[in-house]
């Protein structure tokens, strides 16, 4: 099956910038998804087609594609912002359908 | 907004069959699809199934084909998931969340999750 590859961890300190990348091995016109899940809590999006931001998140987070890797930027890191991160593709070709990456820890030092 | 509420934690066992439901407020389903997405203790996200309640369409990930079965309609609001043949492995929080028909390929809405636990 189709398998999205996140860097297991990735820890930045307060204020900071944090990058957080997903490859996939031919991610093609899809366009890539991300969310942010706090420990023992439903996952959120935080993004959606690569770099629209929902309403809510704040615009310190920003999406960026490259041929097949996507990033996820994040300016000014605070303390809330440690979570477990997921990027996500739907995939009309593949099983399954919906494949989300393996996921980043990102930590606040 | 919709808001996804899901049923309460359950304990079965190995073999039986677990039912998890999903119910909207706050708006209707409409032509919403409702996916149901899985995380077994410690480990990431993985899709299982979608339907939409207003024509009844689905799509199951292949591994999951014949143990999942999903119900429900726009009537009630309300989506049902029920997975078979339960082992060990089915262990994990389950979450429904929506897609909307006018970009299924993402998910903008979740539940809070439902425990699944299977224990002899």
């Known amino acids: 099956s189709y398998v999205l590859t996140q860097p297991p961890s990735v820890s930045v300190a307060p204020g900071n910038t944090a990058r957080i990348s997903c490859e996939g091995e031919?991610?093609?016109?899809?366009?890539v998804h991300w969310y942010r899940q706090r420990p023992d809590q439903a996952p959120v999006l935080v993004m959606y087609?690569?770099?629209a931001r929902p309403s809510g998140i704040p615009d310190r987070f920003s999406g960026s594609r490259s041929g097949n890797t996507a990033t996820l930027t994040i300016t000014r890191v605070e303390a809330g912002d440690e979570a477990d991160y997921y990027c996500q593709v739907w995939l009309s070709d593949s099983d399954p359908s919906y494949v989300f990456g393996t996921g980043t820890r990102f930590t606040v030092l | 907004q919709v808001l996804l509420v899901q049923s309460g934690p359950e304990v079965t066992k190995p073999g039986a069959s677990v039912k998890v439901s999903c119910k909207a407020s706050g708006d209707r389903l409409g032509t919403d699809y409702i996916h149901w997405v899985r995380q077994a203790p410690g480990q990431g996200l993985e899709w299982m199934a979608r339907?939409?309640?207003?024509?009844?369409?689905?799509h199951f990930a292949q591994k999951f084909q014949g143990r999942v079965t999903m119900a429900g309609g726009t009537f009630a609001n309300t989506v049902y998931m029920e997975l078979s043949r339960l082992t060990f492995d089915d262990t994990a929080m389950y979450y429904c969340?929506?897609?909307?028909?006018?970009?299924?390929?993402?998910?903008?809405?979740w539940g809070q999750g439902m425990q699944v636990t299977v224990s002899s």
């Open positions: 339907i939409n309640p207003s024509n009844y369409d689905t």
């Open positions: 087609n690569d770099d």
């Open positions: 969340t929506r897609s909307t028909s006018r970009d299924w390929s993402y998910f903008d809405v």
């Open positions: 031919d991610i093609g016109p899809e366009t």
